[in-house]
């Protein structure tokens, strides 16, 4: 019997940054099923926008910079669109999300030298630009459809997107005050206004978005999109030190709070399956360029994520904090990698 030969080393090669970055959007993709069967139409049209943005951006810059377009077919491009598009409120006006995604690539990005060169994660600039910028638009989010007295169906969205009303005349802050009394943007900023306000946990929680683990919708959004890290993890495509650092100290964190001061603070299920957190823990810490790379340096990175959510949610003023905490915590990564290096074999400690 004959057997083929060859030399060291027998490994098989790594994933390429397409096939990589194309596997983390498919893993995406249970989460934005979710957020559009509760938010309707509007979560879709920003993801198009800002993808034809994100796209012609990338292209723009490249021919000015004299460089071959090959870039474009690597799908980084996509991926930091759909984080954009995932974080833009549904019915936010057009040019919104195509001056944050026009940011992300063109500042945060290819001003850094492209993919691998950036210091902080492109979508999370351009969500803060965005918040710090335009709050208002940034903070409107429709409660889920299920509250709705009138939810805007595919043409009121792109209508409500692109001229600032639906087909019926509305503005979304009307079909807001049309939802049964309900004026919220998201649970966690429900809370936090409620807290500011002098009412109690219990109180809030008796609203009608509340339900469940952490609010009608909302929960099941951070579900899929764990859903979808745990597919991650199983693909290899990211290693666990970050998200369960993230995650457990988050949960830790909040339920100390919770325990000290059950009324006042915002529980540990509320923290976890609300807001972005599944989305930051497991697509967005987790991006391999701008965050830690040791195996030390992942876990303390993680936690400090995690420390700083934890701390801006509750004493802070943004009700969710995940794109501010990855920013803080993406400065603090030489530190972190320097500090938490191996040791070479042999060398004196």
Request: hydrophobic share 50%; proline share 7%; aromatic share 12%.
């Amino acid at each position: 019997m004959a057997f083929t030969l060859s030399s060291s080393p027998h490994d098989h090669a790594p994933l390429n940054t397409a096939t990589l970055m194309r596997r983390v959007c498919y893993c995406l993709i249970p989460g934005i099923l979710v957020q559009w069967w509760f938010f309707g139409w509007g979560s879709l049209v920003q993801i198009a926008l800002a993808v034809t943005t994100a796209y012609a951006a990338e292209a723009l810059v490249l021919a000015l910079r004299k460089r071959r377009f090959a870039p474009l077919r690597d799908n980084s491009a996509l991926l930091t669109a759909l984080l954009i598009g995932i974080a833009v409120p549904p019915l936010a006006p057009w040019w919104l999300v195509v001056i944050g995604t026009a940011f992300a690539i063109i500042v945060a990005k290819q001003l850094y030298g492209g993919l691998g060169q950036n210091l902080f994660n492109p979508a999370m600039v351009a969500y803060v630009l965005l918040l710090v910028s335009f709050p208002l638009p940034m903070t409107s989010w429709l409660p889920p459809l299920a509250l709705q007295t009138y939810p805007p169906g595919l043409l009121d969205s792109l209508s409500a997107i692109f001229t600032g009303f639906t087909l019926d005349g509305f503005a979304p802050h009307q079909l807001r005050e049309l939802a049964d009394g309900t004026t919220m943007a998201t649970p966690l900023d429900t809370l936090k206004t409620g807290f500011t306000q002098g009412h109690t946990g219990s109180e809030i929680l008796a609203g009608p978005v509340f339900g469940g683990l952490a609010g009608i919708g909302w929960q099941w959004v951070n579900l899929a999109y764990l859903a979808g890290g745990l597919a991650l993890l199983r693909l290899r495509l990211i290693s666990w030190p970050i998200p369960v650092a993230m995650l457990g100290t988050l949960f830790l964190l909040s339920l100390v709070g919770f325990m000290v001061s059950p009324d006042g603070t915002i529980g540990p299920m509320m923290h976890l399956f609300s807001g972005a957190t599944m989305l930051g823990a497991f697509f967005i810490a987790t991006d391999p360029v701008s965050a830690a790379t040791t195996f030390r340096g992942r876990l303390v990175y993680g936690a400090l994520i995690g420390l700083l959510i934890y701390l801006v949610r509750t004493f802070g003023g943004y009700p969710d904090a995940v794109a501010f905490a990855v920013l803080l915590a993406n400065m603090t990564v030489p530190m972190i990698d320097s500090l938490t290096k191996p040791k070479t074999y042999g060398e004196a400690r």
